[in-house]
């Protein structure tokens, strides 16, 4: 965070900014102190209501030390009364007039500096909005799970020979599906910044619902084709439009847990999806109809339900709550100020949003690092079936694999925000899938026992992946709203293509062997390792050569800088690269 280094000027060092004698320094207040705001006297600081600043003394603020992020890491001394609201660049007259939100900012009322609140209230208020905020998301990405990986479930149903398809129109059909999700994400994210996530995220689930149960009716290789391109266009953008929604409520390493839990509801889906696919393909003959068509009817409609807006009379959370949500946020990352929420993205903004090239190695790993997996993933069902099992028992096993892998998956994203390393733990996937990888090529899994094959192809799915991390990473390293909006969607644009060549690797004139898709999927997976290696060095390089001007100025100097800089986002002087 750029705030990270300008928040530690010193303030004293330096002629006509220094603090008021009466005001508390940093090193007076304590995290495990009893200061609590109940018993505290603190004088009247108007709130900021406009583009002024008003600075008087006001309470200590908590001590500058390492946050307790996760349950488990808060030890007895914890103390839930002690202040929690942490430095800034807004405790320094001099550095907060130049991230000072602007008049126009949403959230302006309930901007305050002075503010301070307990960690037993933050606390509470987190668990809050992962209530009312978290579990909505989540079940909304569990929908969009359910209606574009159905197919999977009814592929074990007779799904191509009743519709006269083959293997290629199979892969057909999931490219059309990738890529028209993946030609909608940048303008859907768009639309979304326009309007409002709100207006925008309920209206593309009813769309794409209606779609989705509109399935039922296929006829045909070209009503196959329209559905999937008609569901990749409506579905296109939900994911990164959740992303900047959620970034607005938490903090970068709350962030990146979330997104986990995000992920681990979209595997829960799939659990989800097999058992319900487990009943609902018993329904074949039902007023003569297969089951899968009753497989599509039914979870669409089930998604229309799930479009209905929860959201109370006057909202979710109280004046108190919404101060102390709005300026934990800001304290942490001022740039979340940076546009309205309903303000749209200029063209030459877009256009500056793509050229940062800063953003490209993350980009590059997100069109490569799900390809290993993705494949055999797409092909599960019908390996298992080609291995011997029958329709309703195929569809039981895939679930084991995904259970692991939301295990995995989160277990990852928790390690890298304790120990404050992404490249590598991301790369830790490839490590996990390269052994299996490679025995699935040189062995086949066909002329094999059966459930020795079914292990093999489980422990491989069971990878943990590095999606929320490199999600969240890729939030952090865009440092302003209107990049982190526009790299949102064009790193899942680039998600998407990787789904696109890995429903491409496994083709008929290879099958059933696949011996040449196998050959590709270890050679991506070694490449992959090299990527994240690369992408380490990169960032590391990037920090260094800032770190190098920024620790050559003089005080004056940078706070000179920050008044006077036309650099934006990531390529200010005091922003750090994570990695």
Same mark, same amino acid.
Request: glycine share 6%.
């Given at each position: 965070?750029?705030?990270?280094?300008?928040?530690?000027?010193?303030?004293?060092?330096?002629?006509?900014?220094?603090?008021?004698?009466?005001?508390?320094?940093?090193?007076?207040?304590?995290?495990?102190?009893?200061?609590?705001?109940?018993?505290?006297?603190?004088?009247?600081?108007?709130?900021?209501?406009?583009? +002024?600043?008003?600075?008087?003394?006001?309470?200590?603020?908590?001590?500058?030390?390492?946050?307790? !992020?996760?349950?488990?890491?808060?030890?007895?001394?914890?103390?839930?009364?002690?202040?929690?609201?942490?430095?800034?660049?807004?405790?320094?007259?001099?550095?907060? %007039?130049?991230?000072?939100?602007? +008049?126009?900012?949403?959230?302006?009322?309930?901007?305050?500096?002075?503010?301070?609140?307990?960690?037993?209230? @933050?606390? %509470?208020?987190?668990?809050?909005?992962?209530?009312?905020?978290?579990?909505?998301? *989540?079940?909304?990405?569990?929908?969009?799970?359910?209606?574009?990986?159905?197919?999977?479930?009814?592929?074990?149903?007779?799904?191509? &020979?009743?519709?006269?398809?083959?293997?290629? #129109?199979?892969?057909?059909?999931?490219?059309?599906? &990738?890529?028209?999700?993946?030609?909608?994400?940048?303008?859907?994210?768009?639309?979304?910044?326009?309007?409002?996530?709100?207006?925008?995220?309920?209206?593309?689930?009813?769309?794409?619902?209606?779609?989705?149960?509109?399935?039922?009716?296929?006829?045909?290789?070209?009503?196959?084709?329209?559905?999937?391109?008609?569901?990749?266009?409506?579905?296109?953008?939900?994911?990164?439009?959740?992303?900047?929604?959620?970034?607005?409520?938490?903090?970068?390493?709350?962030?990146?847990?979330?997104?986990?839990?995000?992920?681990?509801?979209?595997?829960?889906?799939?659990?989800?999806?097999?058992?319900?696919?487990?009943?609902?393909?018993?329904?074949?003959?039902?007023?003569? &109809?297969?089951?899968?068509?009753?497989?599509?009817?039914?979870?669409?409609?089930?998604?229309?339900?799930?479009?209905?807006?929860?959201?109370? %009379?006057?909202?979710?959370?109280?004046?108190? @709550?919404?101060?102390?949500?709005?300026? !934990?946020?800001?304290?942490? #990352?001022?740039?979340?100020?940076?546009?309205?929420?309903?303000?749209?993205?200029?063209?030459?903004?877009?256009?500056?949003?793509? *050229?940062?090239?800063?953003?490209?190695?993350?980009?590059?790993?997100?069109?490569?690092?799900?390809?290993?997996?993705?494949?055999?993933?797409?092909?599960?069902?019908?390996?298992?079936?080609?291995?011997?099992?029958?329709?309703?028992?195929?569809?039981?096993?895939?679930?084991?694999?995904?259970?692991?892998?939301?295990?995995?998956?989160?277990?990852?994203?928790?390690? +890298?925000?304790?120990?404050?390393?992404?490249?590598?733990?991301?790369?830790?996937?490839?490590?996990?899938?390269?052994?299996?990888?490679?025995?699935? $090529?040189?062995?086949?899994?066909?002329?094999?026992? %059966?459930?020795?094959? $079914?292990?093999?192809?489980?422990?491989?799915?069971?990878?943990?992946?590095?999606?929320?991390?490199?999600?969240?990473?890729?939030?952090?390293?865009?440092?302003?709203?209107?990049?982190?909006?526009?790299?949102?969607?064009?790193?899942?644009?680039?998600?998407?293509?990787?789904?696109?060549?890995?429903?491409?690797?496994?083709?008929?004139? #290879?099958?059933?062997?696949?011996?040449?898709?196998?050959?590709?999927?270890?050679?991506? *997976?070694?490449?992959?390792?090299?990527? $994240?290696?690369?992408?380490?060095?990169?960032?590391?390089?990037?920090? &260094?050569?800032?770190?190098?001007?920024?620790?050559?100025?003089?005080?004056?100097?940078?706070?000179?800088?920050?008044?006077?800089?036309? #650099?934006?986002?990531?390529?200010?002087?005091?922003?750090?690269?994570?990695?």
């Amino acid at each position: 965070m750029a705030t990270v280094l300008a928040k530690e000027i010193d303030l004293r060092g330096r002629t006509g900014g220094n603090l008021p004698e009466s005001a508390p320094s940093s090193d007076r207040s304590s995290h495990g102190s009893s200061d609590d705001l109940g018993d505290a006297k603190r004088e009247q600081v108007p709130r900021v209501k406009t583009t +002024a600043v008003v600075y008087e003394t006001a309470l200590p603020l908590g001590v500058p030390a390492e946050e307790k !992020r996760f349950w488990f890491q808060r030890v007895r001394t914890y103390d839930p009364t002690a202040i929690a609201t942490q430095p800034s660049v807004f405790d320094d007259p001099d550095t907060a %007039k130049e991230y000072q939100p602007p +008049a126009t900012w949403e959230n302006i009322h309930r901007f305050d500096p002075s503010e301070r609140w307990t960690w037993g209230e @933050e606390h %509470k208020l987190i668990r809050k909005i992962d209530y009312r905020i978290m579990i909505w998301a *989540c079940v909304m990405f569990m929908a969009l799970e359910l209606d574009r990986s159905n197919i999977y479930q009814a592929l074990t149903d007779n799904f191509l &020979k009743e519709l006269h398809l083959n293997t290629n #129109d199979y892969n057909l059909g999931n490219t059309v599906f &990738k890529l028209a999700f993946l030609c909608a994400e940048l303008p859907s994210q768009l639309v979304s910044k326009w309007i409002g996530p709100d207006r925008w995220i309920p209206a593309q689930l009813i769309l794409w619902s209606i779609v989705a149960s509109a399935q039922f009716w296929l006829k045909d290789r070209t009503s196959f084709l329209a559905t999937r391109a008609l569901l990749g266009i409506l579905q296109g953008g939900f994911i990164p439009d959740i992303i900047l929604y959620l970034s607005y409520f938490y903090k970068h390493h709350e962030l990146t847990l979330r997104l986990g839990f995000l992920w681990t509801a979209m595997s829960l889906s799939d659990v989800i999806s097999s058992l319900l696919a487990a009943a609902l393909l018993h329904m074949r003959g039902v007023a003569g &109809k297969s089951g899968w068509r009753w497989l599509f009817l039914i979870e669409g409609l089930l998604t229309l339900i799930t479009a209905s807006k929860f959201r109370g %009379k006057n909202g979710w959370f109280t004046e108190r @709550e919404e101060t102390i949500i709005v300026n !934990r946020v800001i304290r942490e #990352d001022p740039t979340k100020s940076g546009m309205h929420n309903r303000q749209p993205i200029t063209p030459k903004l877009l256009w500056k949003s793509i *050229c940062d090239y800063d953003l490209w190695p993350l980009y590059i790993i997100g069109l490569t690092f799900q390809i290993p997996d993705t494949t055999p993933t797409q092909y599960l069902t019908l390996t298992l079936k080609g291995l011997g099992f029958g329709t309703f028992k195929t569809n039981l096993l895939v679930i084991p694999s995904t259970v692991f892998h939301m295990i995995t998956m989160l277990a990852l994203t928790y390690f +890298a925000e304790i120990f404050k390393e992404l490249s590598f733990t991301s790369m830790f996937g490839q490590i996990w899938a390269l052994p299996f990888l490679v025995y699935v $090529y040189q062995v086949d899994i066909r002329k094999i026992n %059966k459930w020795s094959a $079914y292990t093999i192809m489980s422990l491989l799915l069971s990878y943990p992946s590095a999606h929320p991390i490199q999600v969240a990473w890729n939030s952090r390293n865009s440092n302003a709203v209107r990049s982190r909006t526009v790299s949102a969607a064009l790193y899942n644009m680039f998600v998407q293509a990787s789904g696109i060549i890995a429903s491409n690797i496994y083709r008929a004139d #290879d099958a059933p062997r696949y011996k040449r898709g196998d050959r590709a999927l270890v050679s991506l *997976c070694i490449a992959n390792i090299g990527i $994240y290696i690369l992408t380490k060095a990169y960032y590391v390089w990037r920090n &260094k050569s800032r770190s190098k001007k920024w620790d050559a100025m003089t005080e004056d100097e940078r706070l000179h800088y920050l008044a006077t800089t036309k #650099d934006e986002g990531n390529k200010r002087l005091d922003f750090r690269f994570a990695h």
